[in-house]
């Protein structure tokens, strides 16, 4: 089977890439590749999709935008940095593939993300299980009296909610209080070893932000505008970010 | 022990302050016997081996350093540092150990400096995904030559750190510290990690015995860019050497902790996870940590990389007069070109001080050399324990008692090192209080000391040929360790052979040539007229031959140099002094018809416009250049819109419009090059393309340029044209020469098809022109290598003498060469190699005869004039002539050139008739030794 | 390199013309025809030749004035990143030595280039000897010859 030429005119253009160049700093050194392959060496994703993040660029390069902002190849990567980490010219790979993302419309990004967005959405929680405060709040009580109860040594452990004024504002992800919340505890219990001063909170309190992952930049912001805010309200110092 | 710490003053008369670390040792005294360093019990990491063993306090940099001396290491010694100890003083022989010894500052009245402070090897400690450092089989380049060689931690029996077993699968990842400006700040191509991975993956092969060994090489673009490089590369290939164009993220400990894991993604996009024994890092060349001390006491000015900042008309010149800077400082380089530009520096600085030439120096004085044909054969035998390198093996008091019972020995001795300076003069009194008139020193081979004995043997009035070599070291203790008594045995029968020998030895007069003060430089181009500058600056009467009408070669059409300096007001300026020069004498429409002679005295013919002309002259320069070739594929010489570089660069030079309306240009590298006909790199092209697609974007900014490469060898800070090539949006598509591009013309459309691996898929681009990358070739050469004997390669360039050693010079005496005609090189090399040949050119030059080694043919009334020696000849020294012999009988009979003649003995050996001997190997001689070499066999 | 006439040279030295002619015919006097009827004498050449006759180095001196003057070309070395070398005037003699900084490879091979065309070398190296990195390696490129 011979495959088609691609072929490419005189006035060829990489309008994709350009136009991620200048929203980069240094362009994301998008143009400085050299085809040395470490970052595909590296990459968890390399092969997923007949992808990887060499071939991703290179067709960036060329010019092949219509190809590029289909494959579902930048759904499988995970942002994890593995590639500029090595890159000798330090080439922004994550920034193109996170806005090759952006420009899927919404309703076609992965279903799974886009509905776990959705529901972060719905309440001040922010959970993308859709939990709300006092779901959580009656969870982390139940779970803190057992511990009370059955566990020596723990009989004072905290777990405080809403607590104005403590230092340290923790978060969680939802999926602890949903289905396995006495993986919530020992957290609790270093909090306590350490002495800190800490709190949960019914506002802001999922850790998790689907609406990252899902490129959608405005409610990304608008989530982790909530979470500060609820840092903000109880008076908190820190937020320690679990995520 | 030393370093500079200050300087004032300017070119001619600089005031350096040097300051002298105290070695603790008495230079004088210490005969490097090593007990002071067996005795001290103090151990540090060896920085020589890069710590990968110890050393003590008291130490000798390597076995065969020199100065021979041992120093202790202030920093570390026990006594220095705490006031306790001092076992080394107790012990030493000679006392040497001098703890009293200061830092002494010494002010050092010069005219100029040379600054070659050389390289420090990138430390890839903070690649953390490499593991350096945390797992054990991964080592440096550096650290790997240490393992590997006989001198190193292992004696030369590799193995890998972690358990000390032979590896079996290595794995050598390139360009770690260059080339990335994400970890490290090091953008440039250190130039040499390509060629010395290659290298140690070959080797490694000598040192692993038994099927089933490895080398792998993850590159990223090999570049194996000198001359005679592909072919090594090619060959390393042929050899079972494995390269993979692909680059490891991680590299992982093996299991138990032993050997490595890598993973990598092929070309094509595979992910492979392979298991190495061993892993090398081909680390990088950075400069060395007090390079900002240096630049600031000399108030250098250095590039963005901490290298020197040199032009590329004058490469060994700094921002300062009279400071010249050489080596791996000056830019990262191999050892050849470092032989040749420190030549280079050579001469800047003696053109500088060329009123003072001979100054300061002196020609060492002899007393006359006493006549010895009267005398009885008195030998004298010296048996050298050459510390423990032969006495750990040789019993040589044995030896020494067996050499005082054979015939003429008047007088044994056995010397810890017979080379030490003590020795030497107590040889030299041990010469005259026992009248010895031939002297044994059975010891290392000649090639490392013979010419110092001959030294000794001279400053006593003795004949320096009346000294033998026993070589009980090299062919003897070193490869036999594993028996010292049958090498005993041996070295008896070396010392009686060479007994043998001396015997028969005759005092033999060296030869001494004329030189005639004046150079010829075959060649007008730039290499030929900047060697004759720099030949007629130290006031040399230079004779430039151009077989054209106009000086200048090749430089007319190129318009930059690497670094973007503009050439044709360089080569215009260069011109007019080269014409104006009263030095020189430019002959145009020239070239040699004849010539003869040899070293210091060439004579011959010139044809000039037509006429002809006699010269003579001391030494030649051949700098008779190179050209472009014409491509044979591409549609070349079909379609108008298919060019070469000088044809683009003509066309950005005289009518750049054209070229900024097109909208989309491909270049093609490797067109004739790296191929069966030419399996060579032409070197320049690379950049050149890089040069040149910067140039077209600054022209048209939306221009589409594409590069069509197989391996892009920007080396050194060219490196730094490529990343902007690239940032300025030009793409790079490799091939390989199984699936070249393909250009076809489409009515009047022409378009490049090649096959891009990464996006392994076919492309098609439309094109206003392709520019091929032709090979370079040299400018042909036969007449001037008839008429001369000396020689090209199998490409057709011409050849030094040895590429690392004698990089400038000819293999015939006074024959140097430079510039493209030795192989494609850009025009700050050219420049570079043009003034090194006119600094050896200059040595001999500057002397107003030569002394030549006596080892030479010389012909007996035996022979008859058969002639079978000449043709067997290499150097062509002997010719026929007519002769009249004693009877009146006129026949022919050979005469050898001794200034030709190199003494191989080739002559000698075919010759039936005992016609002709070599001085110092005659027939009898040699006779002599195999009788005595046989005596103990039945 | 003094250039001298023959009678000029007798007479300095206060001998026959004949015996300068057959000094340099026999070799005892190294010196080298030229044009004008003179002779180019090395100037070490010529202290050597005095010590063994016993002729005092003043002649030397003397002589000096006869010596070859430098080109008339651009001076000698090249101007910074100025290709165009600016006319340096030296008021003084330069002194005939040089420093070299570094003993490896390249400092090495410099070094004897300057000493075997009549410089004075000081080679510094910091380490307590020379032979750089080329000396840590086992083997060289591209003819596979051991380094040391």
């Known amino acids: 089977m011979t495959v088609e030429s691609v072929k490419i005119g005189k006035e060829r253009k990489s309008i994709f890439k350009d136009k991620v160049m200048q929203l980069l700093p240094d362009g994301g050194n998008l143009n400085a590749c050299l085809t040395c392959g470490a970052c595909a060496s590296g990459c968890p994703a390399t092969g997923l999709a007949d992808m990887d993040p060499r071939r991703f660029l290179r067709m960036a390069a060329m010019g092949l935008d219509d190809q590029i902002l289909k494959t579902e190849w930048v759904w499988n990567c995970t942002l994890c940095w593995r590639c500029i980490y090595v890159c000798p010219m330090k080439i922004d790979i994550p920034q193109l593939v996170y806005h090759a993302r952006k420009s899927w419309p919404r309703e076609e990004r992965p279903k799974g993300i886009r509905a776990s967005c959705d529901m972060a959405l719905v309440n001040e929680s922010c959970s993308a299980m859709g939990a709300s405060g006092e779901d959580f709040r009656m969870v982390v009580e139940d779970v803190l009296e057992e511990v009370r109860a059955s566990q020596p040594g723990w009989e004072n452990l905290t777990a405080p909610i809403n607590k104005a004024g403590a230092e340290f504002f923790l978060n969680q992800n939802s999926r602890e209080p949903v289905t396995e919340p006495d993986e919530m505890v020992p957290l609790w219990k270093i909090m306590s070893t350490v002495g800190a001063d800490w709190t949960y909170g019914t506002k802001g309190w999922a850790a998790e932000n689907y609406c990252m992952f899902m490129a959608d930049d405005e409610n990304w912001e608008r989530i982790v505008r909530i979470k500060a805010k609820a840092v903000d309200d109880l008076g908190c110092k820190y937020w320690v970010n679990t995520e | ?938 | 390199m003094i250039a001298i006439h023959v009678g000029q040279l007798a007479r300095k030295l206060g001998v026959h013309r004949n015996t300068v002619t057959n000094w340099i015919n026999s070799g005892k006097l190294k010196a080298t025809a030229t044009v004008g009827k003179k002779y180019l004498i090395d100037k070490n050449v010529f202290r050597i030749f005095c010590r063994e006759y016993g002729i005092s180095e003043n002649i030397l001196q003397e002589l000096i004035g006869n010596e070859t003057v430098p080109s008339k070309g651009d001076l000698p070395f090249t101007q910074n990143l100025n290709f165009n070398s600016k006319e340096v005037t030296m008021s003084a003699k330069p002194i005939g030595s040089v420093l070299v900084v570094g003993g490896g490879i390249a400092g090495m091979q410099a070094t004897l280039d300057l000493a075997n065309s009549g410089y004075f070398v000081h080679l510094v190296e910091k380490s307590s000897g020379i032979g750089g990195a080329m000396a840590q390696l086992d083997k060289t490129f591209p003819t596979n010859d051991c380094a040391m």
């Open chain 2, 1 to 938: 022990m030393s370093e500079v710490v200050d300087v004032s003053g300017e070119v001619g008369n600089f005031v350096v302050k040097v300051k002298k670390n105290p070695r603790y040792i008495d230079m004088e005294k210490c005969i490097a016997c090593g007990l002071c360093a067996q005795k001290c019990p103090r151990k540090v990491d060896d920085e020589f081996n890069l710590g990968l063993n110890q050393r003590t306090s008291a130490y000798i940099k390597y076995g065969q350093s020199v100065p021979l001396k041992y120093a202790i290491d202030g920093e570390t010694c026990i006594y220095l540092k705490r006031g306790k100890c001092k076992a080394c003083e107790k012990f030493c022989p000679t006392s040497a150990i001098n703890f009293e010894d200061q830092e002494e500052i010494v002010d050092l009245n010069v005219g100029a400096v040379i600054l070659s402070p050389g390289f420090k090897p990138f430390d890839p400690s903070g690649f953390d995904f490499y593991g350096y450092g945390k797992i054990p089989d991964v080592v440096t380049s550096l650290e790997y030559e240490r393992l590997l060689s006989s001198g190193g931690p292992c004696m030369g029996h590799l193995v890998r750190p972690s358990d000390h077993r032979e590896p079996k699968s290595i794995a050598w990842i390139q360009c770690v510290g260059s080339r990335n400006t994400n970890r490290c700040e090091n953008g440039y191509c250190s130039s040499v990690c390509c060629m010395y991975a290659i290298k140690e993956a070959l080797v490694t092969a000598e040192h692993i015995a038994g099927e089933g060994l490895k080398q792998s090489i993850f590159y990223m673009d090999i570049r194996s860019h000198g001359k005679d490089f592909d072919r090594f590369y090619e060959s390393a290939k042929a050899k079972g050497v494995r390269f993979v164009k692909a680059r490891p993220h991680t590299i992982e400990a093996g299991q138990d902790n032993c050997g490595v894991t890598m993973r990598y993604a092929q070309e094509d996009g595979q992910v492979m996870i392979e298991h190495f024994d061993m892993a090398v890092l081909s680390i990088g060349l950075e400069p060395t940590t007090d390079v900002k001390q240096l630049a600031d006491i000399f108030k250098l000015d250095l590039n963005q990389y901490r290298f020197a900042k040199t032009s590329d008309f004058s490469p060994a010149c700094s921002n300062r007069p009279g400071v010249y800077v050489a080596g791996a400082f000056q830019t990262p380089k191999a050892i050849p070109r470092a032989v040749t530009e420190a030549s280079t520096a050579a001469v800047e600085a003696t053109t500088a001080l060329i009123r003072s030439r001979g100054e300061l120096t002196q020609q060492k004085i002899y007393p006359s050399e006493r006549s010895i044909a009267n005398e009885e054969v008195r030998i004298g035998v010296f048996i050298c324990s050459c510390g423990i390198n032969i006495s750990g093996i040789i019993n040589v008091d044995e030896v020494a008692r067996y050499a005082r019972s054979l015939p003429h020995v008047v007088h044994v001795e056995n010397n810890l090192f017979s080379c030490s300076a003590d020795t030497q003069e107590m040889m030299a009194k041990k010469i005259v209080e026992h009248s010895l008139n031939r002297i044994i020193i059975a010891a290392c081979t000649p090639r490392t000391h013979e010419a110092l004995f001959q030294e000794t043997l001279q400053e006593t009035g003795l004949n320096p040929y009346l000294v033998e070599m026993a070589n009980i070291r090299n062919q003897n203790a070193w490869v036999h360790q594993r028996e010292p008594e049958m090498a005993t045995a041996k070295a008896k029968d070396q010392v009686r052979m060479a007994i043998a020998k001396a015997a028969l030895s005759v005092p033999i007069e060296r030869t001494k040539v004329n030189v005639i003060p004046k150079a010829l430089v075959i060649g007008g181009g730039v290499a030929g007229m900047q060697t004759a500058l720099s030949l007629a600056d130290q006031n040399f009467e230079t004779v430039l031959l151009e077989k054209s009408d106009r000086l200048g070669g090749n430089a007319w059409k190129v318009n930059t140099t690497d670094q973007g300096e503009a050439i044709r007001p360089y080569l215009e300026s260069l011109i007019k002094r080269v014409e104006t020069h009263s030095n020189i004498q430019v002959l145009k429409n020239a070239s040699v018809t004849s010539a003869k002679g040899s070293v210091g005295n060439f004579s011959g013919t010139v044809q000039v416009n037509g006429g002809q002309r006699e010269i003579a002259y001391g030494v030649a320069v051949l700098a008779i250049g190179g050209r472009e070739s014409r491509p044979e594929e591409y549609l070349f010489g079909q379609d108008p819109r298919v060019i070469t570089h000088l044809d683009l660069d003509a066309m950005l030079r005289d009518d750049p419009a054209s070229l900024k309306k097109a909208q989309s240009i491909v270049f093609i590298q490797c067109v004739g090059s790296r191929d069966e006909r030419r399996p060579y790199c032409s070197r320049i092209c690379c950049t050149h393309s890089v040069k040149a697609v910067i140039h077209l974007k600054g022209l048209n900014p939306k221009m589409n340029v594409y590069v069509l490469y197989r391996d892009i060898r920007t080396y050194g800070e060219r490196e730094d044209l490529y990343r902007k090539a690239r940032d300025l949006g030009v793409l790079f598509i490799s091939y390989g020469p199984e699936r070249k591009p393909a250009v076809s013309l489409d009515g009047k459309d022409l378009t490049v098809k090649t096959y891009d691996p990464i996006l392994r898929m076919p492309i098609s681009i439309a094109v206003d022109h392709v520019v091929l990358a032709a090979a370079m070739e040299a400018n042909d050469s036969h007449e001037l290598t008839e008429l001369y004997k000396c020689a090209a390669n199998a490409d057709g360039f011409l050849n030094e003498a040895h590429p690392k050693l004698r990089p400038v010079d000819m293999s015939v005496d006074g024959l140097f060469v430079a510039g493209l005609c030795n192989y494609p090189k850009p025009l700050n090399e050219t420049i570079a190699q043009a003034k090194a040949a006119a600094a050896r050119a200059a040595v001999i030059l500057s002397q107003t005869e030569m002394t030549l080694d006596a080892i030479k043919s010389f012909v007996t009334d035996k022979c008859d004039g058969c002639a079978l020696c000449l043709d067997v000849c290499p150097y062509r020294a002997i010719k026929l002539e007519n002769y009249q012999a004693a009877n009146g009988q006129g026949h022919f009979r050979i005469a050898t050139d001794k200034a030709l003649c190199k003494g191989c003995g080739l002559c000698s050996a075919t010759c039936p008739k005992g016609g002709v001997y070599v001085h110092g190997f005659t027939m009898d001689q040699l006779r002599a030794q195999v009788v005595a070499a046989l005596e103990d066999v039945a």
